[in-house]
């Protein structure tokens, strides 16, 4: 704060009555004759009743260039007439001190209201005008009547200013120190925590379809019962059902050094289990943001990319950790795309196709590079290229030589309220890492994530069609269909032929009510169909004492997702959002019993 404004403080009921006559006269004349005047014709104490006139219309945009230059005459402003109210003051402060400034069309504009930009500039001329007055000893153009009037308005209002000047000194303290002790110029740190408060509820744990033909083909109850016991193993059949209460906490450190682009880099602990086996036996039941890792809070990197503009329709992406398309793309499904905010399942986020590589299954995998351009207004092409472990040289690994995804997306938006997508992916999963290979990103059946096996390479071609409209500003619907034709890489004994082939297909519909209740909440209903296999070259048909029915790895039935959840907007950092997932005939089976998850997602955004 300069010594001038600090001095000026002790003079600012003129100067303040001047700068905001220079905003558009909102307030009569500060000096003594014109006060005097205008008390006398309305019986009123300016001071304290300071008369107004009703705004207009903003015409500010009307003038491409809206800069002010000072007049040197009341008569130079085109819209100030003698009968105004405030002409006489308004013609004091441009002849005799010299301090208002008029438009470029000669228009002063004073029933505008005004900005704190325009009430800065008018106090800055006046500032500068009555130092230039005292510096050349000009003392003859103040008359002693001003004089009066100052000391009697710096009397009145001594209080108001010595408040003010304290507040200036704690402000300019706060700046002090602030500025000493910022994080950074060019890095903004932000984050969030999902506290969870569920469980899942039912009878027993999914088993997949080969398990159950198994079981079924037994002939008697009691070697039925044997057979079931074999299946589910020493853990027993019974869901992993005690309610749990966990975190997922995230820090964000966002920084720029044109203004355009941006380096992020995400920490992250994560204690919510996974409700896949041996919880529910089950991916189908999985949260947005579970972990499948040891769930013991550990901080570690979760993302670190940096994005930048080539041009003004291009945008780059590069992954160093924890790549993913769904972050980079458009994924057609806006309302449900955020874990923090959005849908609180892993399949009701987003279409498979989008975890194409599965990348972000553990911290420090998937590195890459993926690039959005703008065709038009309305069209968009996406593409990029991910590798899951390319920090290793290893055999079957690397950044080319391992598990892989490539996605090409073009989407298509008319209007702000319809959005079409179609989109291909090329994924190879070597199968040289234990549960390497995950064709359906873990949300379908265990058929449908592994067709050929867990160590089998396995690659696969993914179709996926994507739209979203919204109806009207309270329901959207969304929605998609997926295909995809998994080949496997390489033989294993009579039951893997490489190129053998699996059809996999997956679809949804969801609706959103955007505000409902109030302003920020958020209903939601999601149906559909996890990842299935419909057919599959696995298996042969050798039959044993032991295995009375060859594996197929081919889904027996269809499963079902339905998903409730409402998220109550607390404030703009808080929400609440209870939900519920049901799974009829998880693992695409009718034989398993259906399984239940209930959770309260409170998240906090800073």
């Known amino acids: 704060m300069s010594s001038l404004f600090r001095n000026s403080l002790w003079i600012s009921p003129i100067l303040l009555t001047a700068s905001v006559m220079t905003a558009k006269a909102a307030f009569a004349a500060p000096l003594a004759e014109n006060i005097k005047k205008v008390q006398l014709q309305t019986g009123k104490n300016l001071v304290s009743e300071i008369p107004t006139t009703a705004p207009v219309k903003d015409k500010s945009n009307e003038y491409p260039n809206s800069s002010m230059d000072q007049v040197t005459s009341v008569s130079q402003l085109s819209d100030v007439q003698p009968t105004d109210w405030a002409f006489q003051a308004l013609q004091s402060l441009v002849e005799r001190y010299g301090c208002i400034a008029g438009y470029p069309d000669s228009s002063f504009r004073g029933n505008r209201a005004m900005t704190r930009y325009e009430f800065a500039a008018g106090l800055n001329a006046c500032l500068n005008r009555v130092n230039e007055l005292i510096a050349t000893s000009t003392a003859d153009l103040v008359t002693k009547e001003d004089l009066q009037t100052l000391q009697k308005l710096q009397e009145e209002f001594a209080d108001g200013l010595v408040e003010l000047r304290g507040r200036v000194d704690g402000l300019e303290n706060r700046t002090a120190i602030v500025e000493s002790q910022q994080f950074s110029t060019t890095t903004k740190l932000s984050g969030d925590v999902i506290l969870t408060l569920g469980g899942v509820f039912g009878e027993d744990r999914a088993l997949n379809s080969d398990q159950w033909n198994e079981i079924n083909a037994r002939t008697t109850p009691a070697a039925r019962d044997t057979a079931k016991a074999t299946a589910y193993g020493a853990s027993g059949s019974r869901l992993q059902d005690n309610t749990i209460f966990a975190d997922r906490v995230r820090l964000i450190l966002d920084s720029s050094f044109t203004g355009k682009d941006r380096l992020r880099l995400i920490l992250r602990a994560n204690n919510t289990i996974a409700f896949n086996s041996p919880v529910t036996g089950t991916n189908m039941t999985r949260l947005g943001w579970d972990t499948t890792l040891t769930p013991d809070n550990a901080v570690g990197i979760g993302k670190l990319f940096y994005n930048f503009p080539i041009g003004d329709k291009l945008n780059i992406n590069v992954d160093a950790v924890g790549g993913s398309f769904f972050d980079n ?167 893997v032929n490489r190129g053998d082939q699996a059809d996999i297909w997956n679809w949804a519909v969801t609706l959103a009510f955007p505000d409902l209740g109030k302003k920020g909440n958020l209903g939601g209903l999601i149906f559909g169909q996890p990842p299935k296999v419909t057919s599959n070259d696995f298996g042969n048909n050798t039959v044993t004492a032991t295995n009375l029915v060859p594996d197929r790895r081919v889904d027996s039935d269809s499963a079902f997702h339905l998903e409730a959840l409402y998220r109550y907007q607390v404030n703009s950092n808080i929400s609440i959002t209870p939900g519920l997932i049901v799974i009829f005939n998880p693992e695409n089976n009718s034989n398993n019993d259906t399984i239940y998850t209930g959770v309260v997602r409170t998240t906090f955004r800073f």
């Open 329 to 495: 793309f458009n994924t057609v499904n806006p309302l449900f795309s955020a874990a923090t905010t959005g849908a609180i399942s892993r399949f009701g986020r987003f279409a498979p196709i989008y975890r194409a590589s599965n990348t972000g299954l553990a911290v420090g995998r998937g590195a890459g590079v993926s690039a959005v351009f703008k065709l038009s207004d309305q069209i968009t092409l996406s593409g990029g290229y991910l590798a899951r472990n390319p920090n290793t040289p290893s055999a079957n690994q690397g950044l080319f030589d391992g598990t892989y995804g490539a996605l090409a997306q073009l989407a298509y938006q008319p209007n702000k309220d319809l959005t079409l997508a179609v989109a291909y992916a090329r994924s190879y999963f070597s199968g040289a890492i234990a549960g390497d290979v995950n064709v359906s990103g873990s949300e379908g059946s265990a058929f449908a994530n592994a067709p050929f096996g867990t160590n089998i390479g396995t690659s696969a071609n993914h179709y996926g069609l994507q739209a979203s409209y919204r109806l009207n500003p309270a329901i959207a619907v969304s929605g998609w269909v997926g295909y995809t034709q998994a080949i496997a890489e390489n033989s294993s004994g009579t039951t």
